[in-house]
Nanobody
């Protein structure tokens, strides 16, 4: 599976962005997907995850109520809608896939990673 993230950019605090991650491969619909982020000098951290069907979603406490993860299996794409953005959301955002149906908050459980897209939130 190859993943290509897009949609990052510069936005003011309180604004919104939607990240997309397009995947190759016929088995996309059976994979769980996740979004992670990494700020300069910090560890890569979990943001959101979704199971194969989209029925189960998981969020980091820091983004709960502001971010929404979704997927379109017909388009082999996973999305991250980010609202009410804060300067502390500034990071490189990565999409990831794991070859199992259940989502996970653990980055070590994801086998495939996209290249990352920069999100910068100005105050």
């Amino acid at each position: 599976v190859q993943l290509q993230a897009s949609g990052g950019g510069l936005v003011q605090a309180g604004g919104s962005l939607r990240l997309s991650c397009a995947a190759s491969g016929r088995t996309f619909g059976t994979y769980a997907l996740g979004w992670f982020r990494q700020a300069p000098g910090k560890e890569r951290e979990f943001v959101a995850a979704i199971n194969w069907s989209g029925a189960s979603k998981y969020y980091a406490d820091s983004v709960k109520g502001r971010f929404t993860i979704s997927r379109d299996n017909a388009k082999n794409t996973v999305y991250l809608q980010m609202n009410s953005l804060k300067p502390e959301d500034t990071a490189v955002y990565y999409c990831a896939a794991r070859a199992t149906r259940a989502g996970s908050t653990n980055k070590s459980e994801y086998e495939y990673w996209g290249q990352g897209t920069q999100v910068t939130v100005s105050s």
